[in-house]
């Protein structure tokens, strides 16, 4: 599509003498390959009906020799139709092993904060998206160029520490602890959370100040608190470890909370010494953001001098400054921490930090409700701990394929693909709709429908390693066209889904794709039936590019593809 929108881009420039970007769309088949709206967008700087303008393009266009069609529709739209064998031959010019990676982003070097859990308690669905959209986020920047670090900021100070060590001394026992590990933890962190509540309601607050006196003790280096904190974060951690392992998702880093907590302190000192921060008559410590917009101040230190998320967060912006120098930190968190954000990010610009600081954001993860009416996936309507939910995922692939000689292997890439395709099912934005039927189903939007795709083209080729070599430089290619302009489609996707940080992009290509195959296969034999020697050569080369494409879209979206179905 480059190629062809460089072409209109030249003779739009030698017709009329004006420079544009051109966007190409595809149309439905009936009209053309391509189209593109440029007659529309020039014709009012021009001074000109769309309609001529498209015209004057058209008749130049058709001169190229490039395209087998060339029309107008409605009021200036221009269709164009170019030859099979054209495609193809495009596709061989551009294919390498790289096909789909660019050096969009080569020189520079981006940070990537997922899936940052809080150590208080076990890892959740909640955690889910951060996972996979910062997954899939590293794969795209590092298939455009860019020098990727990955950080897991994980929340193991502040608040949810105090909370813990007063609700393990309260409420829980050693035997209990070494029992159940992270999940008593997660047990304590919850009673606990409801005790501190009734309490404020009672108008009292003897759970709330032991809370913070123990991260008081913590902030200023009590032995019996390091102890504990170190005794927790180690159970969490490796609780932790396991499911990311599950999840297939690592990071370079793991500077949690705990880590900058030091650094913390001293920025906010900084930040009274150069005027930027504010101590209030009560102690605590704002930095005033009305110039940015912003009636309401960011706290930084409370007033009895304990750490905020805020005073952490500032630590880790000037360390990274300092030590890694990026160009862009894409924080992958979810919708409701929007504002805050806003707020921080306002901070650093106040505080003279260039860097894009990027927060990537979605919507809650949604089940259905008896009544059919859609609620956030919590706990009391079922799955909420993230191992559950790949347990059940597993026995749901499971049944799937209960009929055939699957490995545990497989089926573990099938229950995991699935999982992870259903959070790119639509723009991260937009909450999804978690349904077990749907996001297995062997047809539609699904990660299964995708990875059988894959393995069906796999099959063939695999069953075609002995092909003899035929010449194909006279094949034409008609059958093929879809798929041919449909694959050279990708790069621009994955540059897009980068550009714009959207990996759902991928995710509805790589759906097209399979469906244009599963057409494909509808009316060509691959290598059945009455398939010539040249026609079989073809069709298994562009069933290997096919493949490339599969694999490599998958890969991007932490997906793999089973060896059997």
């Given at each position: 599509m480059n190629t062809i929108a460089q072409i209109i881009k030249q003779t739009l420039f030698d017709v009329f003498a004006i420079d544009y970007d051109i966007h190409l769309s595809r149309p439905d088949n009936q009209f053309g390959d391509y189209a593109t709206t440029i007659a529309l967008q020039v014709a009012k700087p021009l001074g000109k009906n769309p309609r001529d303008v498209a015209a004057a393009l058209a008749a130049k266009l058709r001169e190229t020799n490039v395209f087998t069609e060339v029309s107008i529709a409605g009021p200036g739209f221009i269709n164009l139709r170019i030859s099979a064998s054209s495609l193809s031959s495009e596709l061989d010019q551009q294919w390498s092993d790289t096909f789909g990676d660019n050096k969009?982003?080569?020189?520079?070097?981006?940070?990537?904060?997922?899936?940052?859990?809080?150590?208080?308690?076990?890892?959740?669905?909640?955690?889910?998206?951060?996972?996979?959209?910062?997954?899939?986020?590293?794969?795209?920047?590092?298939?455009?160029?860019?020098?990727?670090?990955?950080?897991?900021?994980?929340?193991?100070?502040?608040?949810?520490?105090?909370?813990?060590?007063?609700?393990?001394?309260?409420?829980?026992?050693?035997?209990?602890?070494?029992r159940d590990g992270v999940y008593e933890l997660g047990r304590v962190y919850i009673t606990t959370k409801k005790a501190l509540k009734e309490e404020k309601e009672r108008g009292e607050s003897i759970l709330a100040d032991e809370v913070q006196q123990w991260l008081i003790k913590l902030e200023n280096g009590d032995e019996q608190a390091k102890l504990f904190s170190e005794r927790f974060n180690r159970i969490s951690l490796e609780h932790i470890h396991t499911v990311m392992k599950r999840l297939k998702i690592s990071t370079d880093y793991e500077l949690g909370e705990a880590f900058f907590a030091p650094y913390g302190k001293a920025a906010v000192q900084t930040l009274l010494e150069t005027g930027v921060a504010v101590q209030n008559e009560d102690g605590s410590i704002i930095v005033p953001l009305d110039d940015y917009g912003f009636d309401v101040p960011l706290l930084v230190q409370k007033s009895n001098g304990a750490a905020l998320y805020a005073t952490s967060d500032l630590a880790t912006i000037l360390y990274r400054e300092e030590h890694w120098h990026p160009d862009k930190v894409i924080y992958c968190v979810g919708a409701e921490?929007?504002?805050?954000?806003?707020?921080?990010?306002?901070?650093?610009?106040?505080?003279?930090?260039?860097?894009?600081?990027?927060?990537?954001?979605?919507?809650?993860?949604?089940?259905?409700?008896?009544?059919?009416?859609?609620?956030?996936?919590?706990?009391?309507?079922?799955?909420?701990?993230?191992?559950?939910?790949?347990?059940?995922?597993?026995?749901?692939?499971?049944?799937?394929?209960?009929?055939?000689?699957?490995?545990?292997?497989?089926?573990?890439?099938?229950?995991?693909?699935?999982?992870?395709?259903?959070?790119?099912?639509?723009?991260?934005r937009t909450n999804i709709l978690f349904d077990w039927d749907s996001i297995f189903a062997l047809t539609g939007f699904s990660g299964p429908y995708i990875q059988y795709a894959a393995v069906r083209v796999n099959k063939i080729l695999g069953d075609n390693t002995d092909v003899e070599p035929a010449e194909t430089s006279d094949y034409e290619y008609e059958a093929e066209k879809a798929v041919l302009a449909k694959l050279l489609e990708y790069p621009e996707v994955v540059e897009l889904a980068a550009t714009s940080i959207e990996p759902h992009k991928v995710a509805t290509y790589l759906y097209e794709l399979a469906r244009e195959m599963n057409r494909y296969y509808e009316s060509t034999p691959v290598a059945t039936g009455d398939v010539s020697p040249v026609q079989k050569q073809a069709r298994l080369a562009m069933l290997e590019k096919v493949s490339h494409v599969f694999t490599h879209g998958l890969n991007l979206l932490g997906i793999e593809i089973p060896s059997r179905m």
């Open positions: 969009t982003g080569a020189g520079k070097t981006v940070v990537v904060e997922y899936p940052s859990p809080n150590m208080a308690k076990p890892y959740s669905v909640g955690h889910l998206r951060p996972g996979n959209q910062g997954w899939a986020v590293k794969c795209l920047m590092e298939a455009t160029g860019w020098k990727v670090i990955t950080d897991n900021h994980l929340g193991d100070y502040g608040a949810p520490f105090g909370v813990w060590v007063t609700g393990f001394l309260k409420f829980s026992s050693e035997e209990a602890l070494e921490q929007q504002f805050y954000f806003t707020q921080l990010f306002a901070m650093a610009k106040k505080l003279g930090i260039t860097t894009d600081l990027y927060h990537l954001w979605f919507g809650f993860i949604d089940q259905l409700n008896e009544d059919g009416s859609r609620a956030k996936m919590s706990s009391r309507k079922g799955v909420i701990l993230m191992e559950e939910l790949l347990d059940k995922a597993e026995e749901r692939a499971r049944s799937m394929v209960a009929d055939r000689d699957i490995s545990d292997e497989d089926i573990q890439k099938i229950a995991l693909g699935a999982i992870k395709f259903s959070d790119f099912s639509a723009d991260r």
